[in-house]
Structures are given as C-alpha cells and as structure tokens.
T-cell receptor
C-alpha cells in the first residue's frame, strides 16, 4: 500500500516569493494534517481536514498561508509571500479518523534565502 | 508552559541498558496518547499507542498515569538501532475541536 506522498522533497526560494506544497494521503484516509517542524522541535499542527472541511486551522498564519483539499483527497499548502522564518520541514499526515494513528509523508524541506 | 512536555535529553546509554522517558500533559481532557519515533531527517512513525491498562510490545512498554497526567516509555535491552528521537503525542480526540499535540521529543543515543 502506498504511503503518504509529498512533493517536492526540497525547495529553496528567495524571500517574498510564493511556494506551494502538495500532499496525496493514503487512500481512504479522510483526516489530513499539515504540520510544520523546526529543527529540534516536535511537529506543530497548522491545519487539519476532515474530508474537504478544514476543522482546525487555528494555528495557520492566515495572512500568508493558505491550504485547500479538493474533493477531500489531495491537499496543497501555499505560502505567499515566504519569509526567512518559514524555513522548516512541512509534513503532511493522514489517518482514518482523528483518534487513529497518523501516517506521515517524508516532508518538504523548505529553505527561504 | 507547553501543553505537552518532554525532557529533550540527550539520553546517552550503553547498549543493553534499560532507559525510560516520561512525558507530561496539562489538559486533563486528553483522550488518546501515542509514542512516535523519528530518525534523523526522517518522518515520525508510530511506535506504540498508550492505553490506560498499559501496553507492551517486545522490549517496549508504555504506561499512562491519568491522575498525575503523564505517560512513560520504557525500553529494555536497548539496541544501537533504538537511537532516535521519541515524540510524545497527546490528543483530546472525539470532537471537532480536538487537538493533536506533539512534544518536542527526547533524543536517545545508544553507544556500543
């Protein structure tokens, strides 16, 4: 069974430029998460989807970050414009439900220069 | 104060030793508890769920103490391959406002 797929794996952009990350969850998983992980820290939840509905986006900096989950399957996370402090690993995870095990993708390592 | 707190370590122990980590959580409404393992530059992977009755999987034992609001992970007969960061995860679960909170992780290094 295919796991959570994220792309790109690495991205280097200049500050003030836009960037987008893509996530394909495990088939049948209706819960999808986007996390941000800084070096030496645990993942921090940015947004959680139940199917196509964003049910928890309280930690998403909405002035520059946006996300969507079309048809309750794939999801994209966008940053516009990117700032130096956005450099981190962006992890996508999916689960069968909010109390079930979450499976993570390999992440996108973003470097803003 | 963070909602989920872990000792960052690093714990540096010899192969074959027994090592234990604790994780404390502040929200008494928390419902689900997990330990994840994360290798360097890799994604987190579930190590084990933590049940009220405790949970054992080979050399790993996880326990939950609701009264004192902490969970623990015990590793017996540690192997070099156990070297990783161990993340504590707490979820309030069961409602649309549920939160999934990761601790900052405890780094474990097993030496030969």
């Amino acid at each position: 069974e295919a796991g959570v797929v994220q792309s790109p794996r690495y991205k280097i952009i200049e500050k003030k430029q836009p960037v987008a990350f893509w996530c394909n969850p495990i088939s049948g998983h209706n819960t999808l998460y986007w996390y941000l992980q800084n070096l030496g820290q645990g993942p921090e939840l940015l947004i959680r989807y139940e199917n196509e509905e964003a049910v928890d986006d309280s930690q998403l900096p909405k002035d520059r970050f946006s996300a969507e989950r079309l048809k309750g399957v794939d999801s994209t996370l966008k940053i516009q414009p990117a700032e130096l402090g956005d450099s981190a690993v962006y992890l996508c995870a999916s689960s069968l439900g909010r109390s079930s095990e979450a499976f993570f993708g390999q992440g996108t390592r973003l470097t803003v220069v | 104060r963070k909602e989920v707190e872990q000792d960052p370590g690093p714990f540096n122990v010899p192969e074959g030793a027994t090592v234990a980590f604790n994780c404390t959580y502040s929200n008494s409404a928390s419902q689900s508890f997990f330990w994840y393992r994360q290798d360097c530059r890799k994604e987190p992977k579930l190590l084990m769920s933590v049940y009220s009755s405790g949970n054992e999987d080979g050399r790993f034992t996880a326990q939950l103490n609701r009264a004192s609001q902490y969970i623990s992970l015990l590793i017996r007969d540690s192997k070099l391959s156990d070297s990783a960061t161990y993340l504590c995860v707490v979820s309030r679960g069961y409602s649309s406002a549920s939160k999934i909170i990761f601790g900052s992780g405890t780094r474990l290094s097993i030496r030969p």
